[in-house]
């Protein structure tokens, strides 16, 4: 029986990495952790991560975190007598 050769893919909904046969490459999958329908592509590839992909986001919130930090924005200017309250969320 031929083994099968698989490539790891994040699920861009949840995610998760997954086992992708390369058989399935460019075609629809689902992920077997939320049910999430996505076209399975090579890490390599320029289609990858896809747009609504987490690894997107996260690449673009670095890239906007480290935008605002160069240039100052966002970022007050502190005092000696300034106190800062931050938000809590109770568990």
């Known amino acids: 029986m031929p083994r099968s050769t698989y490539f790891v893919q994040e699920c861009p909904t949840c995610g998760r990495n ?7 490459l460019g075609k629809l999958v689902v992920c077997q952790h939320c049910g999430a329908r996505f076209e399975a592509c ?12 987490s690894l997107s986001l996260l ?14 924005i966002g970022v007050p200017a502190a005092t000696s007598g300034d106190v800062y309250s931050v938000p809590v969320r109770p568990k």
Request: charge should be negative; aromatic fraction near 6%; glycine fraction near 6%.
């Open 18 to 24: 997954l086992q992708v046969r390369v058989e399935y």
């Open 42 to 53: 090579q890490p390599g590839s320029a289609a990858y991560p896809p747009p609504s992909s």
């Open 59 to 72: 690449e673009r919130a670095e890239q906007l975190l480290q935008s605002t930090a160069s240039s100052g």
